[in-house]
């Protein structure tokens, strides 16, 4: 069973970038899709990017399409998720997934393993 763990969040003004990162233990790592999701106070989880097993195929959330890349290193048991152009909107707690199988979903509820979360904010 993989764990994940989230890191690198913290404050950073508008215009800013970050770059989390979500580190797993488990040697099956590289048979798993990797999701970030985030949830804001007060607001349901959203869906923010996804990268395939493979690390190639790689889809975002029309909101950080541009700003957000989603990134892996199977070696490492890694996945990082580098953002820039960060705007206050994108405060929330934001956690990494994993879901097993060969297609990429948006859909939380496809996701089985959960990392605790790490917080942004984003001051303005």
């Known amino acids: 069973q993989v764990q994940l763990v989230e890191s690198g969040g913290g404050l950073v003004q508008a215009g800013g970038s970050l770059t989390l990162s979500c580190a797993a233990s488990g040697r099956t790592f590289s048979s798993y899709n990797i999701g970030w999701f985030r949830q804001a106070p007060g607001k349901e989880r959203e869906f923010v990017a996804a990268?395939?097993?493979?690390?190639?195929?790689?889809m975002y959330a029309n909101s950080v399409k541009g700003r957000f890349t989603i990134s892996r290193d199977n070696a490492k048991n890694t996945v990082h998720l580098q953002m820039n152009s960060l705007k206050p909107e994108d405060t929330a707690v934001y956690s990494c997934a994993a879901v097993g199988g060969f297609t990429m979903t948006r859909n939380s509820y496809d996701y089985n393993i959960w990392g605790q979360g790490t917080q942004v904010i984003v001051s303005s």
């Open positions: 990268i395939s097993w493979s690390g190639g195929p790689t």
